[in-house]
T-cell receptor, first 113, second 116 residues
Framework: GENVEQHPSTLSVQEGDSAVIKCTYSDSASNYFPWYKQELGKRPQLIID?????GEKKDQRIAVTLNKTAKHFSLHITETQPEDSAVYFCAASKDTGRRALTFGSGTRLQVQP | EPEVTQTPSHQVTQMGQEVILRCVPISNHLYFYWYRQILGQKVEFLVS????????KSEIFDDQFSVERPDGSNFTLKIRSTKLEDSAMYFCASRGPTGDSYNEQFFGPGTRLTVL
């Protein structure tokens, strides 16, 4: 089955700096890659996603890049703010999200004011 | 904005007891999922459900687990005889109708299950 590895496990940045979180996946059939943000005690919420026919997608301060050949994808957050502090999970699935999501182990991002 | 809801928010039970976790997916969604998250760990897939039957399940989803959509709105997860290691946050998720524009799985707030 699919295996998703995520690094780093913790990341501390100064407010205004950029943050990058990286994930690799094992199943070349995976074609949908969402990123979820989970604040303490709350539900995971989708912040951005990308499909395998696209190399990059941007939404304001958040961007995701995908390298299908290398089977890795990354989340980039620019101009970080204290409210960006949370745990971020990458995930992968097949059939453009219809199938189960396989999650990475999560990255705890701390933005220092 | 419509949301997935789950009840109860916290369930405490004795080992060996049966529990039923309840979810109300977003009303026009067709795909339903259960995931669990042991404290401090990653979110793990349990089962997916479509067209009134299980479409996919993980190795975690053994004979002690079952799912049901008893009416047009509820989606339940039953654990027949709970074990200590079943203690976790259980998330229900749902996904919209078919079509490429409806990829997102929307998660409920979770039920924290504590098995004593």
């Amino acid at each position: 089955g699919e295996n998703v590895e995520q690094h780093p496990s913790t990341l501390s940045v100064q407010e205004g700096d950029s943050a990058v979180i990286k994930c690799t996946y094992s199943d070349s059939a995976s074609n949908y890659f969402p990123w979820y943000k989970q604040e303490l005690g709350k539900r995971p919420q989708l912040i951005i996603d990308i499909r395998s026919n696209v190399g990059e997608k941007k939404d304001q301060r958040i961007a995701v890049t995908l390298n299908k050949t290398a089977k890795h994808f990354s989340l980039h957050i620019t101009e970080t703010q204290p409210e960006d502090s949370a745990v971020y999970f990458c995930a992968a699935s097949k059939d453009t999200g219809r199938r189960a999501l396989t999650f990475g182990s999560g990255t705890r991002l701390q933005v220092q004011p | 904005e419509p949301e997935v809801t789950q009840t109860p928010s916290h369930q405490v039970t004795q080992m060996g007891q049966e529990v039923i976790l309840r979810c109300v997916p977003i009303s026009n969604h067709l795909y339903f999922y259960w995931y669990r998250q042991i404290l401090g760990q990653k979110v793990e897939f349990l089962v997916s459900f479509y067209n009134n039957e299980i479409s996919e399940k993980s190795e975690i989803f053994d004979d002690q687990f079952s799912v049901e959509r008893p009416d047009g709105s509820n989606f339940t997860l039953k654990i027949r005889s709970t074990k200590l290691e079943d203690s976790a946050m259980y998330f229900c998720a749902s996904r919209g109708p078919t079509g490429d524009s409806y990829n997102e799985q929307f998660f409920g707030p979770g039920t924290r299950l504590t098995v004593l």
